[in-house]
């Protein structure tokens, strides 16, 4: 019998790619400031840098489109500008309904979110998203020192919640992070199959069902919800 569920944050319950995005703007503004040049042009050549390269080198880019050396110390600064920005993130449609309907259907549930990531930036995260009445509790894995897939934030929220992991349905969109650790500790595992891992496949040992929105989720578990 289902008695608590537990949430992923990023690409599960809003669009990861909007926050990526918002942060890229604010470095861009900050660098128009400093180096009088244009904020959509090097908002332009840090997406592509990301297309190309991945998230790690996009800061290294901008700063040598306006002749800037790339080196850590200036790295750094607009680092600091992207984690510190202000988010301007929405949930996902289906994710607002789908917590909705989880409140007024099962106002008795126990709820947890479970993020990975700087705590800065996921506490703005949930401040701009609204969260903070929508869970039980909240952990922030990186305040354990323990990154997913490591199972001490999973570990935290159930015993927070005063359930055992066989109790508990693990949402998340990601295999290695959110549905391995959660079925390696006994938990029902169900996957949203969206955002930068979408593409990978969903394992029959360690991911019980999949979706592409939350939609259809609330049906799904009615009958564990009753289930002996």
């Known amino acids: 019998m289902i008695k608590a569920v537990i949430c992923d944050l990023d690409d ?8 990526v995005a918002g942060g890229l703007r604010a470095v861009a503004a900050h660098m128009a400031n400093q180096y009088a040049a244009h904020a959509d042009t090097l908002y332009d050549v840090m997406q ?13 880019a ?17 680092v600091s500008i992207y984690r ?20 007024q259907e099962r106002p008795n549930l126990k709820k947890a979110l479970v993020t990975d990531g700087l705590p800065l930036m996921q506490k703005n995260k949930v401040a701009a998203l609204g969260l903070a009445n929508s869970f039980n509790q909240i952990v922030y894995c990186w305040d354990l020192a323990a990154p997913k897939p490591a199972t001490a934030g999973f570990l935290k929220a159930l015993q927070n919640l ?18 391995a650790p959660a079925k390696a500790l006994g938990m029902q595992t169900i996957r949203v199959a969206r955002g930068r891992y979408a593409h990978l496949p969903s ?24 289930k002996p």
């Open 12 to 19: 599960t319950l809003y669009d990861e790619s909007t926050y």
């Open 48 to 60: 592509a840098d990301i297309a190309q390269n991945g998230r790690g080198t996009a800061f290294n």
């Open 62 to 78: 901008a700063l040598r489109a306006v002749g800037q050396s790339d080196g850590p110390l200036q790295v750094d600064v607009l």
């Open 84 to 103: 510190q920005h202000r988010p301007a993130i929405a949930l996902y449609p289906d994710a607002a309904r789908f917590l909705a309907e989880l409140s």
């Open 162 to 179: 005063e359930v055992v992991p066989s109790a508990c349905a693990m949402i998340g969109d990601r295999v290695d992070h959110d549905m």
């Open 203 to 226: 394992p029959n040992d360690e991911v019980d069902a999949t979706f592409s929105s939350l939609d259809g989720v609330l049906d799904y578990l009615s009958p564990l919800f009753k």
